[in-house]
């Protein structure tokens, strides 16, 4: 509270993925856990979104590659790309080879606030929440200088609400992200904004039958 700084960093000395890299058994079962919590949403994704037929899908911080071996599951001529820190690249060669998609979706080992591989389209789940401002822009920005002219990015994340008036999921998740890792859950609004700084206008807030929404960006008219 006092220094604005994640309790997760004040505690040990180091933010929760350089601690998830540093505990390969840890790791493992974050990884798990966020296996099972996109299995739970990912009708819900396809259900509202259509994957153009020959797209390159680019999955930024995919983890295991769960949610694109999915979607690569439902749309048969599309390919993809997985794009996560080394530590976490090896698991999702094992799991796309071990759903089969190994000639349909490559995996990168990078750092996505650094640079992101070249797509139509680009999807972020539960990736933005756990970023400050500063870090959203900058994976955005990656994205939209990485995409295709016609390219739209697709955020999968909870919407805090503008006013808050009852009991909130989204709120009790925005300091569960202050605690961890300095992140947030946020409004439409404040989704607007960010796109905005990167230079790419909201396009589309698509409500799932999961907790969460699809806001859908495209590149900003000049």
């Known amino acids: 509270m006092q220094t604005g700084e994640p309790a997760f960093s004040h505690v040990f000395g180091h933010g929760l993925f350089e601690h998830l890299a540093r505990y390969p058994a840890l790791s493992r079962t974050f990884d798990a856990h966020m296996v099972d ?14 994957f153009a037929p020959a797209s390159r ?12 071996a999915r979607i690569l599951e439902t ?11 080394p530590a976490v690249a090896e698991g999702a060669r094992r799991h ?27 999807l972020l789940s539960h990736v933005l929440h756990n970023w400050d401002d500063e870090g959203c822009v900058r994976i955005l920005g990656n994205c939209r ?31 569960d992200m202050l605690v ?4 947030r859950e946020r409004t439409e609004e404040e989704y607007r904004r960010l796109f905005a700084a990167a230079g790419l206008q909201l396009t589309r807030v698509q409500p799932t039958a999961s907790p969460r929404c ?9």
């Open 37 to 50: 919590l996109t299995g739970q949403a990912a009708a819900s994704l396809l259900a509202v979104c259509r």
């Open 57 to 68: 899908i680019v999955d930024v911080g995919g983890g295991l590659g769960a949610l694109l």
């Open 75 to 85: 749309c048969p001529d599309a390919t993809g790309v997985v794009l996560d820190l």
């Open 96 to 122: 796309l080879a071990a759903a089969g998609l190994t000639s349909r979706c490559e995996v990168v080992g990078g750092d996505f606030l650094q640079e992101v591989p070249a797509g139509d389209t680009y």
């Open 145 to 175: 200088e990485a995409m295709a002219p016609a390219g739209q990015v697709l955020v999968f994340e909870r919407l805090m609400p503008e006013r808050i008036t009852k009991p909130e999921p989204a709120a009790e998740a925005g300091v």
């Open 180 to 183: 961890l890792t300095g992140g």
């Open 214 to 222: 699809v806001l859908e960006g495209r590149r900003a008219a000049s």
